[in-house]
């Protein structure tokens, strides 16, 4: 048994503890989002990882693992899209088996859904995060890269609903001359659902997207866009250090999200780490580079070793790029979201 007890709850250089986990299960994806996945980057000749690259389930298990004993109470499986890696509701079988009090969730496109909610479900999963940035059927297809309209996606949120996988939140990227105008009926489509949309600010996540601060719909504005219509009022965070700024409708027919990550970044409270499908542990949305687990892991480390380079690499931990975006640092390179998971 690793002894745990001298290592818990580590702090980073900020103070900040690890409490939440994004888990990139695949670097694939069916869509072809313009602010993740460019199609002109990530055409038909792009080479993805290989099979033997991927971490395993038991390796990802044992990660958890370890990291439960630093304070991690939060999984997030991504991609890419998560769907496409095989046999995934096992996976969430066996991190819900290390801890029945873990919080387990997936952030999806949600076309394969309905394949899958149900089965999800039934292995411990808790609920879902599904991408719609966009009820329009053109702007949809401009947003996603794909050939397909929202009914797919809406589809999967009805079998997310159906399964028990709630609330599902929707998030929706905005980028400023393209969606901006869809704000409103995405809001009023979802009101009154018991589901949470969120409006996320368009982010400078990787090199490919071709981001420019001309092209972000301030949150503030978001608010104030929906307010108009449905009036609304702030609420208090569900707990420290949450990235969605809430407000619900006066009126009572539930509540919406915004993240500024952007115009008003919240590095000071960031718990997260991520673990990209080769076994990469990266500290930051926007790190320039990742410390590679894969490799340890496979030459034969025992527990503690293993666990004592999860906790140096959480305590040596000082990013906070969206505070120094803000005062005009912007130029490191970044991994790409499709890569590093959202």
């Known amino acids: 048994m690793v002894p745990f007890s001298s290592l818990e709850l580590a702090a980073d250089q900020q103070g900040r503890s690890l409490r939440d986990l994004r888990i990139s299960v695949t670097d694939r994806c069916n869509f072809r989002c313009g602010y993740c996945m460019p199609r002109e980057i990530f055409g038909r000749d792009f080479a993805f990882l290989d099979r033997g690259e991927i971490l395993s389930f038991e390796e990802i298990r044992r990660i958890v693992r370890l990291l439960l004993g630093l304070g991690l109470r939060k999984i997030r499986l991504t991609g890419g899209e998560p769907l496409l890696r095989r046999n995934l509701p096992r996976l969430v079988q066996m991190l819900r088996q290390l801890d029945s009090g873990l919080d387990i969730a997936l ?16 292995v411990g999963l808790d609920r879902v995060t599904v991408s719609l940035d966009s009820l329009d059927p053109n702007r949809f297809r401009q947003m996603s890269g794909s050939f397909h309209n929202p009914e797919p996606v809406l589809a999967g949120i009805d079998a997310a609903v159906k399964a028990g996988l709630t609330p599902v939140k929707i998030n929706v990227v905005v980028r400023k001359g393209i969606n901006e105008c869809c704000i409103v009926d ?16 368009y982010m400078d996540v990787g090199t490919t997207n071709g981001w420019r601060m001309d092209d972000v719909l301030p949150a503030r504005e978001v608010v104030r866009t929906i307010h108009s219509v449905f009036p609304l009022e702030p609420v208090d965070p ?9 407000w619900r409708y006066t009126d009572g027919r539930g509540e919406i999200g915004v993240i500024a990550s952007v115009t008003q970044p919240f590095c000071s409270g960031c718990s997260r780490a991520r673990l990209s499908a080769d076994g990469k542990l990266f500290t930051c949305l926007f790190a320039p580079g990742g410390q590679d687990l894969r490799h340890t892991l496979r030459t034969a480390a025992d527990d503690e070793k293993l ?6 690499i959480w305590r040596r931990r000082n990013d906070r790029y969206s ?3 803000s005062q005009g640092a912007s130029s490191q390179p970044r991994v790409e979201m499709s890569y590093i998971g959202g």
């Open 107 to 122: 952030t999806s496109n949600g076309v394969l859904l309905p394949l899958y909610a149900d089965d999800l479900a039934k």
């Open 186 to 201: 995405l809001a009023r489509a979802f009101r009154g659902s018991g589901q949470i949309v969120r409006f996320i600010e």
């Open 238 to 246: 569900n707990y420290p250090g949450e990235v969605a700024e809430r």
């Open 307 to 312: 666990l004592k380079l999860l906790t140096a």
């Open 323 to 325: 505070e120094l975006r």
